[in-house]
Every structure is written in structure tokens, then in C-alpha cells.
């Protein structure tokens, strides 16, 4: 079951109760229509996984794989990195962002502040680690080919057990959803249009266009 954090309430149902809204997300700035966040989970798979190793925060930055249920998140592990370790059963938390920019108080036509736009996504879930040569085989091959079919000649992975032997699956199993688009959807309609005319001044599109998307 995956509770998806809304406003006003712990947890909107996808599907469960109890979400515990970890990331501070004010009512404006709060996303929580599934497909959205799926949508924003394909398009942003490079993200941080976050867990507990003797008793200290410990970060990997990995790409990851939305499984076909949505149910999981798939990556894997250097197996000479120690997070693997102690993570079984774990709850840990990946996070996941989109476009960001700094935002200048300047190109408001009312009085503010400065500030950073962003999108930002908070998974959390119980991990379970893996180590069958087959279904390490099956993780890399289909991120490999996610990744590679943008080119024109798509490179085939073939890998041979004895390499697979040096990495350890990450299975997440998905929880909790939390979902942020700072998009200054607090602004006034003119101090909105202002700061993305000068995001695409400053060539920083990706972020002028999600920001389109608020005012549809």
C-alpha cells in the first residue's frame, strides 16, 4: 500500500493510511495526483538513496527503475560499498529533483525575497538486497536499455556472471510518497510571468516550462 502525501491531511489515498509528511510541503506547493508523480519518478531517475549504517546517515547516488506495479523502486550496489550491508528491512529514503533555479527578488513586479524554485520527490520504503545472478542480469539489463535507447545505435549490454558478482540489487519496496513543485505559485500572476520570462532569458528552460504548466 502507498500512501501519497496531500494538503491538509497525512496521506492522500493512493491507497493507505498514515503518511507522515517528513518534507515540509506548504498547501501550494503540494502535489499529490499519482500519475503526476509517476510521470515526474520516469523522467527524474537519478536520484539519492538514503539509509542508516552504524548508526550514521549514509547517501549513494544512483539511478533507479520504477518497476512495471509502481510498486518499487529497483537500483543496485558497488558490492564493495558497505550501505548494502545493513539495509535489509530497512526503511530508508530516496529523494528525487527535477529543475531548480535561483529565483531573484528583482524580477517581481511586487515586493519579495530571494528564493530557489524546485521539484522534489521524497520515496520512502523497506528495502530488501539481492544477489541471483539473474535477477542482477535482468536490473542492468533493463536500465542499461532504458538509457540506451535514445541513441541512434543502442549499445547491447552482455554481462557475465563474474561481473554481476560485483554489484547487490536494491529492491525497494514503495510506502510512502511526498511531493513538492516550488513553482512560485505563490506569487501574483505578474511576478509569476516575470520570473519565467527571465528563466528563459537565463536559458534555464526546463524550469520556465514546468512553471507553464501551473498556470493552465
Not at 5 to 16: L, Q, V
Not at 109 to 126: D, E, F, I, K, L
Not at 178 to 188: D, E, H, V
Request: net charge negative; with cysteine; charged share 20%.
Amino acid at each position: 500500500m502507498i500512501a501519497i502525501a496531500s494538503p491538509g491531511r497525512p496521506g492522500t489515498k493512493r491507497e493507505s493510511h498514515g503518511a507522515s509528511k517528513a518534507m515540509h510541503i506548504p498547501e501550494k506547493f503540494a502535489v499529490s495526483d499519482a500519475e503526476e508523480i509517476f510521470a515526474f519518478l520516469e523522467a527524474n531517475a537519478f536520484g539519492q538513496l538514503i539509509s542508516m549504517h552504524d548508526a550514521k546517515l549514509t547517501v549513494s547516488h544512483l539511478p533507479f527503475m520504477l518497476s512495471a506495479d509502481r510498486g518499487r523502486l529497483l537500483c543496485h550496489l558497488a558490492r564493495q560499498n558497505p550501505q548494502w550491508q545493513q539495509i535489509e528491512n530497512q526503511q530508508v529514503l530516496v529523494t528525487f529533483q527535477g529543475p531548480h533555479d535561483y529565483i531573484s527578488p528583482s524580477w517581481y513586479q511586487s515586493a519579495g525575497v530571494p528564493t530557489w524554485n524546485y521539484q522534489a520527490v521524497h520515496v520512502y520504503g523497506r528495502c530488501r538486497a539481492f544477489h541471483g545472478a539473474d535477477e542482477l542480469g535482468k536490473l542492468v539489463e533493463s536500465l542499461a536499455s532504458r538509457h540506451e535507447a535514445r541513441f541512434e545505435s543502442p549499445w547491447q549490454p552482455r554481462y557475465p556472471d563474474s561481473m554481476l558478482k560485483g554489484i547487490v540489487g536494491i529492491e525497494l519496496v514503495i510506502e510512502e510518497i511526498q511531493c513538492k513543485y516550488k513553482l512560485s505559485q505563490n506569487r501574483p500572476a505578474d511576478d509569476h510571468q516575470g520570473v519565467i520570462d527571465r528563466l528563459d532569458e537565463l536559458g534555464s528552460n526546463t524550469l520556465a516550462a514546468e512553471m507553464r504548466k501551473t498556470l493552465l
